[in-house]
């Protein structure tokens, strides 16, 4: 299992924000995480990420805990938050590279890591522009890419669609598709047309808990 919560429960001074979840998401799905703002949607993806550290509970990423083994989890997980800093005055394959830095990756290596993240975003033709330059879609072209450089097999994406016109729209959800075939995807947003458009499976959460958790195609048959 790739990604696995269980039993997790986050409580921020005396509010409760995710109140004993569990769920699960496997290689080459795209599980899509449904709920209102405020629902514990972000919360959840911060612990899964190591940037938030649990009340109780436990979160596996590829077998390593986050708890005891950050180290492994980071290497295997890529993140794009919504807010996403992107260095505007950088270039591209140069944001790129100070990234993959951070992942220690170097030289060769990095130069074909940044080469097919480019190529799998579809980012070919903007590379050698400043990140300023691009448009809000190419922009989270640059978010996914730098999620993705060090290959990781989990991919969480917090919102990663909102705020797109109607063309970037169609091609992000077919960019994420595809990273979708290989890897495991955990696509968080509060619109439920976006699980349609890209998801396997959706699952609901509502105050802190889930209420739904269930393959895309039942949803559609019942309604
Ligand atoms: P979502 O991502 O679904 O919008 P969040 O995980 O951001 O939900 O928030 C869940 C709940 O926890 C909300 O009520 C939010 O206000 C609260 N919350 C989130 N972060 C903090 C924080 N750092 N301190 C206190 N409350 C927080
Ligand atoms: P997101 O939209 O990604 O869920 P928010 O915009 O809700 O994030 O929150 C931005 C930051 O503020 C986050 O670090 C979150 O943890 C924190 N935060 C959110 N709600 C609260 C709250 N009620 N009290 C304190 N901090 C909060």
Not at 47 to 52: G, K, M, N, P, Q
Not at 80 to 91: D, I, K, Q, S
Not at 167 to 192: D, P, W
Request: charged share 25%; with cysteine; net charge neutral.
């Amino acid at each position: 299992m790739s990604l696995k919560i269980e039993h997790l429960v986050k409580v921020y001074g005396s509010q409760s924000a995710v109140n004993d979840i569990s769920f699960e998401a496997r290689q080459g799905e795209i599980v899509g995480f449904l709920g209102p703002n405020g629902a514990g949607k972000s919360t959840t993806m911060k612990i899964a990420t190591c940037y938030l550290t649990a009340t109780s509970g436990k979160v596996e990423v590829c077998g390593y805990d986050v708890e005891h083994s950050a180290m492994d989890v980071r290497k295997n997980i890529g993140y794009l938050p919504e807010h996403n800093p992107l260095y505007l005055e950088m270039y591209v394959k140069e944001f790129l590279e100070f990234i993959g830095g951070l992942y220690q990756l170097k030289g060769a290596n990095l130069n074909k890591r940044i080469a097919d993240v480019i190529e799998l975003v579809g980012l070919s033709l903007e590379q050698k522009k400043k990140i300023g330059q691009l448009s809000k879609g190419y922009r989270q072209r640059v978010g996914l890419a730098q999620a993705l450089i060090h290959d990781p097999k989990v991919l969480i994406l917090d919102e990663p669609t909102t705020g797109l016109d109607p063309n970037q729209l169609a091609e992000i959800r077919a960019v994420i598709k595809n990273i979708g075939k290989e890897k495991t995807v955990v696509f968080s947003t509060h619109i439920m047309q976006e699980v349609e458009a890209i998801c396997d499976r959706v699952v609901i959460i509502n105050h802190g808990k889930i209420v739904n958790d269930t393959p895309l195609s039942s949803l559609k048959q019942s309604g």
